[in-house]
């Protein structure tokens, strides 16, 4: 699911509800966005990380990249990098279902 390209403000803002809500895929889409927002990036792992652990496989990837970003740059830490680890984990065991 993606909802309009990025800089959209209403799409955004819709995708933040649904978000809020605690959809799986909003949040990951929602984090899509804030990838390419340097300033955003810790709310998009956070989003990621909802997502994830909601069996969301996409975003435990998403979660995954995020952190081996963040070590190839020296930005991120070992604990970034083993909970994105726990929450891969977590989302291949869970029941999940193609969005």
């Keep these: 699911m993606q909802i309009g390209p990025a800089g959209q403000p209403a799409a955004e803002r819709r995708l933040q509800e649904w978000a809020d809500q605690g959809s799986p895929v909003a949040q990951r889409e929602l984090a899509l966005r804030y990838l390419s927002h340097p300033d955003k990036r810790r709310e998009a792992m956070q989003l990621f990380e909802r997502a994830a652990s ?16 963040a ?22 065991t869970a029941n999940y279902v193609a969005h």
């Design 54 to 69: 909601a069996g969301d496989a996409q975003a435990a990837v998403g979660l995954v990249g995020m952190a081996h970003d």
């Design 71 to 92: 070590g190839t740059s020296r930005v991120g830490s070992a604990g970034s990098a083993l909970n994105a680890g726990r929450v891969l984990k977590e989302a291949a």
